[in-house]
């Protein structure tokens, strides 16, 4: 099933102009946080037509907010593992320009990665989804039921199903796919739009498209190149290729 050459790929990252990667869950449960859809991910616990959508969260913010608190708890200790490490080191060395992560774990910027783009936001702050006024998340921790001094319901700042990506967000981050050469897809089931929606693009714009991933994701069918295994084995492997 693997279809992949590091060599090859290592060659092409030289030759680019712009490398992108594109990240899930799956570059962080080497560092303890489970993702979402294998066995033990968060939708096999939380039952996500009750925990991931924006309604969920206003109509019941007590049950929503006490599973978010243990995954913000869970996200605290974690440390960035030698996946994120390996992609913070090629950006240092210009063989990557930009990560648009799907990840909420801020372990990117944790292992040293300056442009990082949050395509579902962060878990760092709380929005208030009447006024949209930021504090830092641990202000909602403390509420059981989060609210801003206007009142309003406080959610972190991610995008929640039911949610649009930030204009800006998005913007980036076509200019990015649009223009790059090579992207690199790590740890994502690439099930949820827009998200899986930018390797498509890449490749129509010509981009070599790499996929590292545990088992083959939907976009295995236009990947260049395959690597089935753990990001933080294959990732060090291709940046020391660099
Ligand atoms: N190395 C490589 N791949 C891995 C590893 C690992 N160590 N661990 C897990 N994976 C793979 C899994 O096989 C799976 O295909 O990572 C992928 C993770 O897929 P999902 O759990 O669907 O996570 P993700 O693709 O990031 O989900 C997208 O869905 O629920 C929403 O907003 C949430 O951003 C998330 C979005």
């Not at 092409?12 to 594109?22: E, N, P, Q, T």
């Not at 907010?65 to 708890?73: F, P």
Request: charged share 20%.
């Amino acid at each position: 099933m693997e279809r992949g050459n590091l060599k090859e790929v290592a060659e092409a990252i030289k030759d680019a102009k712009i490398v992108v990667a594109l990240t899930g869950a799956g570059i962080s449960t080497e560092s303890g946080i489970p993702d979402f859809r294998s066995k033990n991910g968060l939708w096999s616990r939380f039952n996500i037509n009750e925990y991931g959508y924006i309604d969920n969260i206003i109509s019941n913010p007590a049950k929503v907010w006490k599973m978010l608190r243990s995954l913000i708890n869970d996200l605290k200790d974690a440390k960035p593992n030698p996946a994120h490490i390996a992609l913070a080191k090629m950006e240092e060395k210009g063989y990557l320009h930009a990560i648009i992560t799907q990840n909420v774990d801020s372990l990117h910027q944790k292992a040293g990665s300056k442009n990082v783009v949050e395509f579902h936001g962060n878990f760092r702050e709380a929005i208030c989804l009447q006024c949209r006024k930021i504090y830092p998340i641990e202000y909602a921790l403390r509420q059981e039921i989060p609210r801003c001094e206007c009142g309003g319901l406080l959610k972190p700042n991610a995008v929640f199903f039911g949610e649009p990506i930030e204009r800006d967000v998005l913007i980036k981050s076509f200019g990015y796919t649009e223009n790059c050469n090579v992207m690199l897809v790590v740890g994502t089931s690439a099930m949820v739009y827009p998200a899986a929606q930018l390797p498509v693009m890449a490749k129509q714009n010509g981009a070599m498209i790499v996929e590292i991933n545990e088992e083959p994701s939907m976009i295995a069918g236009i990947a260049d190149h395959s690597f089935y295994g753990k990001a933080g084995e294959i990732l060090p492997k291709l940046a020391s290729l660099l």
